[in-house]
């Protein structure tokens, strides 16, 4: 991370004052202009949970977005304007289908954990809680660390060619995040997701509809003592497979925030935000030796973005089982024996 140059008072409140006049139109939505549940992380087959077994899971993912236009974000408690991201950021999931059953349906559990570098480059400060900083000037971060760990557990049915579930998910913060630092792959705000998937799956025709519906509740970053407001996320794609390993199709997202940011720590404003976006996506499915493979590829682009970044982000998903338990065992029909 680059830090600023010292100045004398003079020139800092100098530049404090030109930007303020520039900088006028604020984005006043969810602390770092983001939220904890990553758009666009589920998509195909999104409703379709596997056997009981062990899996894993692995993501690429890729984020290009900017605020321009003069408007400002706060993150780490720094107060920014004309702010761009470039994220890298990698997703590791073991996933756990237990033989348990609720309602009939199987009971799972996972773990995510995020490592990557957001680099945020900034024209201009604001506020800062970090005295070396010169308010007004450009800035630049880019910080390797650990994210905030998602916590996730699940129910899912079959019937037919619907495949359905329901996924509640805890985001623990990891410590990592750091005030006065633009960069921060962390959020530190613990928060829930309720989330549900439906998925429409003809093996025959070889189509697949899915749609993913969730809300977010955040509690306070307790760093900043900034409240970021309650979130709805919707996800979905229609994809057609055009041969029993390969698929493409069309995939996008909506968010919307549903209640006002506030906290002592919120210095630029309740208003909410907004942002929807659509892209494509191609799947594949091979084997390695005797493991059956499934990879695909997702790419985003948004638009009509309201106090949020609008930018692109690309997914590589990468899945496969480690092991999955037997079929149980069809029970033999006993002869019936009639009695006259």
């Given at each position: 991370?680059?830090?600023?140059?010292?100045?004398?008072?003079?020139?800092?409140?100098?530049?404090?004052?030109?930007?303020?006049?520039?900088?006028?139109?604020?984005v006043r939505a969810a602390e770092s202009a983001q939220g904890v549940y990553v758009l666009g992380n589920r998509g195909p087959?999104?409703?379709?949970?596997?056997?009981?077994?062990?899996?894993f899971e692995t993501e690429a993912y890729f984020y290009q977005g900017n605020l321009g236009g003069n408007r400002t974000f706060?993150?780490?408690?720094?107060?920014?304007?004309?702010?761009?991201?470039?994220?890298?950021?990698?997703?590791?999931?073991?996933?756990?289908?237990?033989?348990?059953?609720?309602?009939?349906?199987?009971?799972?559990?996972?773990?995510?954990?995020?490592?990557?570098?957001?680099?945020?480059?900034?024209?201009?400060?604001?506020?800062s809680p970090r005295i070396d900083r010169i308010v007004g000037g450009r800035e630049r971060d880019a910080v390797f660390n650990?994210?905030?760990?998602?916590?996730?557990?699940?129910?899912?049915?079959?019937?037919?060619?619907?495949?359905?579930?329901?996924?509640?998910?805890?985001?623990?913060?990891?410590?990592?995040?750091?005030?006065?630092?633009?960069?921060?792959?962390?959020?530190?705000?613990?928060?829930?997701?309720?989330?549900?998937?439906?998925?429409?799956?003809?093996?025959?025709?070889?189509?697949?509809?899915?749609?993913?519906?969730?809300?977010?509740?955040?509690?306070?970053?307790?760093?900043?003592?900034?409240?970021?407001?309650?979130?709805?996320?919707?996800?979905?794609?229609?994809?057609?497979?055009?041969?029993?390993?390969?698929?493409?199709?069309?995939?996008?997202?909506?968010?919307?925030?549903?209640?006002?940011?506030?906290?002592?720590?919120?210095?630029?404003?309740?208003?909410?935000?907004?942002?929807?976006?659509?892209?494509?996506?191609?799947?594949?499915?091979?084997?390695?030796?005797?493991?059956?493979?499934?990879?695909?590829?997702?790419?985003?682009?948004?638009?009509?973005?309201?106090?949020?970044?609008?930018?692109?982000?690309?997914?590589?998903?990468?899945?496969?089982?480690?092991?999955?338990?037997?079929?149980?065992?069809?029970?033999?029909?006993?002869?019936?024996?009639?009695?006259?």
């Amino acid at each position: 991370m680059r830090k600023l140059a010292r100045s004398n008072k003079w020139v800092a409140v100098a530049g404090l004052a030109a930007v303020s006049f520039t900088a006028t139109e604020q984005v006043r939505a969810a602390e770092s202009a983001q939220g904890v549940y990553v758009l666009g992380n589920r998509g195909p087959l999104a409703g379709v949970t596997p056997p009981p077994g062990f899996y894993f899971e692995t993501e690429a993912y890729f984020y290009q977005g900017n605020l321009g236009g003069n408007r400002t974000f706060q993150s780490g408690g720094v107060v920014a304007a004309n702010v761009k991201l470039d994220t890298s950021a990698a997703f590791v999931t073991p996933i756990w289908v237990t033989p348990a059953e609720i309602l009939g349906g199987n009971l799972g559990f996972s773990v995510t954990v995020p490592f990557g570098t957001p680099n945020v480059s900034a024209g201009a400060v604001l506020f800062s809680p970090r005295i070396d900083r010169i308010v007004g000037g450009r800035e630049r971060d880019a910080v390797f660390n650990v994210g905030d760990m998602y916590l996730s557990s699940f129910v899912g049915w079959h019937s037919g060619n619907f495949h359905w579930n329901v996924t509640l998910t805890g985001v623990v913060p990891s410590g990592s995040y750091e005030t006065g630092q633009l960069s921060n792959i962390s959020l530190n705000r613990p928060a829930l997701d309720l989330s549900g998937a439906l998925t429409y799956l003809d093996p025959v025709l070889g189509y697949e509809l899915s749609v993913i519906p969730g809300f977010t509740y955040n509690w306070i970053n307790p760093a900043t003592q900034y409240l970021t407001g309650t979130e709805f996320h919707l996800e979905w794609s229609a994809s057609k497979y055009l041969t029993k390993e390969l698929s493409l199709g069309v995939v996008g997202y909506y968010y919307n925030q549903l209640t006002a940011d506030s906290g002592s720590g919120d210095r630029i404003g309740p208003f909410k935000g907004r942002v929807t976006a659509v892209g494509g996506q191609i799947g594949y499915s091979f084997k390695l030796g005797e493991i059956p493979v499934s990879t695909n590829v997702r790419v985003f682009r948004e638009f009509d973005a309201t106090n949020r970044f609008r930018g692109t982000a690309t997914y590589l998903t990468i899945s496969a089982p480690l092991w999955v338990a037997p079929p149980k065992p069809v029970a033999e029909a006993k002869p019936v024996i009639a009695k006259f």
